[in-house]
């Protein structure tokens, strides 16, 4: 079943992305630099492929052998999987990361190092999360199961009473079901919705591939572990979690503060399935930036805090956002739009904390 597609009213305000876009190429060739990754892009990605694998061989040549030693080392990994996830395959997956293409499709593979299906996430990510950010029954973001409601369009449910509670604890659980099961469903869920997910791969071909990423993601990281490392393996089963749990709680932190806020707004479509705003201003009145003067912190998450920057060049690579949310901000007043931002994780983790709580106690916002 193929489905219905959304359309935006274009010419609602078009001056502003026009204005907007005319800014930035002015940008990018005044100051003679490419819109993709440069050194420094490079380093970073060096950085958190180390983070990610050197503790996995310290752990597996003995060089770190105790309990407390071993721990640590699968935290890491979880902070340098998460690392990879946001700083590296992002950007890579929308062909950010550099004007070379191999490289691209390259850094974009690191994401099978991470257990995940890059072409899954393609389209979930860049098709739908981008294409209709914060739409009910498109925007799988917003749609994290039945037990968190992140959108006021969903069955509202007793429980979600409490989830301001209980969903930091589900948060770390991200990646893991990432890992099990998310990619097969989506597969699943795409093939009926007739998604193409590859010019270059069947369908077979895609599933064969996915499987065998996945089993070669188990053998390295639960069965090799299990043979060399001295714990008995329920205890490596248990690290394994702990990797998943420490990198799936970052990502999702990271992600949902930009969307899931009291600023955001959840548009519906009208009888003829159009949107009021034009594309661009639309990502304007889903998405938040957060932190923007915490440059420690925006260089290991990616530039993720710039969300409103990445909806609206997601071609660009992150490493350029903090000098283009000035020009965002400006053409935004401009043209009398929101720019909502945060000026602190902490606040933004706050505000995503009283939105939880609303969503949790009221049908419709």
């Given at each position: 079943m193929v489905r219905e597609s959304i359309k935006f009213t274009p010419q609602n305000k078009k001056e502003f992305i026009i204005e907007l876009r005319e800014k930035v190429t002015n940008y990018f060739e005044s100051n003679q630099i490419s819109e993709n990754?440069?050194?420094?892009?490079?380093?970073?990605?060096?950085f958190m492929i180390l983070l990610y694998f050197s503790p996995y061989f310290l752990m597996l040549t003995g060089?770190?052998?105790?309990?407390?030693?071993?721990?640590l080392c699968w935290i890491l990994m979880g902070v340098g999987k998460a690392g990879i996830g946001m700083a590296v395959m992002h950007d890579a997956n929308h062909k950010s990361y550099s004007s070379v293409q191999w490289i691209n499709n390259l850094m974009g593979n690191t994401l099978y190092l991470l257990g995940g299906s890059p072409v899954t996430w393609r389209h979930q990510h860049n098709t739908m999360h981008h294409g209709f950010t914060n739409i009910e029954g498109y925007d799988e973001d917003i749609d994290p199961g039945a037990l968190l409601r992140f959108s006021?369009?969903?069955?509202?449910?007793?429980?979600?009473r409490y989830q301001h509670i209980y969903a930091w604890i589900l948060?770390?659980?991200?990646?893991?079901?990432?890992?099990?099961?998310?990619?097969?469903?989506?597969?699943?869920?795409?093939?009926?919705?007739?998604?193409?997910?590859?010019?270059?791969?069947?369908?077979?071909?895609?599933?064969?591939l996915l499987i065998v990423s996945k089993l070669l993601y188990f053998v390295a990281f639960l069965m090799i572990p299990v043979i060399i490392l001295p714990f008995t393996w329920y205890w490596i089963i248990i690290f394994f979690l702990i990797m998943h749990y420490t990198s799936g709680f970052i990502l999702t932190v990271i992600f949902q503060t930009a969307h899931v806020v009291p600023t955001s707004n959840y548009p519906i479509p009208d009888e003829n399935n159009t949107l009021e705003n034009n594309w661009a201003v639309h990502q304007l009145f889903t998405t938040s930036d957060f932190a923007p003067r915490s440059r420690v912190f925006s260089w290991f998450i990616?530039?993720?805090?710039?969300?409103?920057?990445?909806?609206?060049?997601?071609?660009?690579?992150?490493?350029h956002?903090?000098?283009?949310?000035?020009?965002?901000?400006?053409?935004?007043k401009k043209h009398k739009l929101p720019y909502y931002v945060q000026p602190g994780f902490l606040r933004a983790l706050w505000?995503?904390?009283?939105?939880?709580?609303k969503l949790g106690r009221v049908y419709a916002i």
């Open positions: 990754g440069n050194l420094s892009l490079y380093i970073k990605t060096a060089i770190i052998n105790s309990f407390a030693g071993v721990l006021p369009h969903k069955p509202l449910l007793k429980i979600h948060y770390g659980l991200m990646t893991l079901t990432w890992v099990i099961n998310k990619d097969f469903k989506q597969m699943i869920r795409y093939k009926r919705d007739e998604v193409s997910l590859s010019n270059r791969l069947s369908t077979m071909q895609l599933w064969v990616g530039g993720l805090n710039y969300q409103v920057e990445h909806h609206l060049f997601p071609n660009i690579s992150h490493i956002y903090r000098k283009l949310s000035k020009l965002v901000e400006d053409m935004a505000e995503h904390g009283r939105m939880l709580k």
